[in-house]
């Protein structure tokens, strides 16, 4: 197991997560159903799914596409949603 990894994976993204949008659905579901537990399930569920989805898909693609040219073409899509949020697009 390499623990450098492993922590900061979750360090990066313990601080990115704060504060974005799956928290504030969260929120919201607990507050119009009252049941935090039902929630807290079906989030850690989802989170857990998308997580799998991004392993198996990053390590195809890898296997694939140089690390370096899945980093570039991963921080170009960022920049793009980020303009297209600027103008109110997305």
Same mark, same amino acid.
């Given at each position: ?16 997560? &704060?504060?974005d949008? #799956?928290? +504030?659905? @969260? ?5 119009? =159903?009252?049941?935090?537990? $039902?929630?807290? %399930?079906?989030?850690?569920?989802? &989170?857990?799914?998308? #997580?799998? +989805?991004g @392993? ?5 693609l =890898?296997?694939?596409?140089? $690390?370096?040219? %899945? ?20």
């Amino acid at each position: 197991m390499d623990w450098k990894v492993l922590w900061s994976t979750l360090g990066l993204l313990f601080i990115a997560e &704060l504060g974005d949008k #799956t928290q +504030l659905a @969260v929120i919201s579901m607990v507050c119009k =159903t009252e049941k935090p537990l $039902p929630v807290f %399930l079906g989030a850690v569920t989802a &989170l857990a799914l998308v #997580t799998l +989805l991004g @392993v198996v898909v990053g390590g195809a693609l =890898t296997r694939l596409i140089p $690390p370096l040219v %899945l980093q570039r073409i991963a921080a170009a899509l960022f920049v793009v949603m980020g303009i297209l949020m600027w103008f109110d697009v997305l």
